[in-house]
C-alpha cells in the first residue's frame, strides 16, 4: 500500500521561480501547494484539509518574511521540516537555519537536481517511499 504523499507548501514573491518550483516539485510526485507571499501563504493553509510536511519558503518578502511564516506555522504543524531559499542571505539568517535541526538553506539559483535532493533528504521520495518493489 502507497504511503500518502507528502504535502509542500511553496511560497516564493518571483512569480516565474514560484510556478518553475511548483512545477519541478509536482513532477517528482509531490502534492504542492503555492503561494506568492507569507499572507496567501496562510490563506491556503487555513483553507487545507490536510497537514503541511515541508514548507519551502523564500527568506526574503514584502509583508512577511520566511522566518515569520514558519514561525505563525510552526504552531501548527510541529513536524513540519523548512528549506528556506535565498539568493544573498545575511550572515545572521545563515547562522540561524544552522541552528535549526528541522530546516536548510538552499541558494538560488539552484537546479531541479538540488531541489529534489533536499527534499527527499527533509521528507523523503514522494514517489515510491514505502511501496515494495513488484
Known amino acids: 500500500m502507497k504511503a500518502d504523499v507528502q504535502t509542500i507548501l511553496l511560497v516564493e514573491d518571483e512569480p516565474a521561480l514560484l510556478d518553475i518550483t511548483a512545477y519541478a516539485l509536482g513532477s517528482f510526485g509531490y502534492v504542492i501547494e503555492k503561494a506568492e507571499n507569507g499572507k496567501r501563504a496562510?490563506?491556503?493553509?487555513?483553507?487545507?484539509?490536510?497537514?503541511?510536511?515541508?514548507?519551502?519558503?523564500d527568506l526574503n518578502m514584502p509583508w512577511m518574511d520566511g522566518f515569520e511564516l514558519e514561525k505563525k506555522l510552526r504552531k501548527q504543524?510541529?513536524?513540519?521540516?523548512?528549506?528556506?531559499?535565498?539568493?544573498?542571505p545575511e550572515p545572521e539568517q545563515c547562522e540561524a537555519i544552522q541552528s535549526m535541526t528541522y530546516a536548510e538553506l538552499l541558494l538560488k539559483p539552484f537546479t531541479p537536481e538540488d531541489l529534489q535532493k533536499l527534499v527527499i533528504e527533509a521528507v523523503g521520495d514522494a514517489v515510491n517511499e514505502n511501496e515494495a518493489p513488484a
Open 77 to 88: 504543524f510541529r513536524d513540519m521540516r523548512v528549506i528556506f531559499i535565498s539568493g544573498a
Open 42 to 57: 496562510l490563506e491556503v493553509v487555513e483553507a487545507l484539509a490536510r497537514s503541511i510536511d515541508l514548507l519551502i519558503t
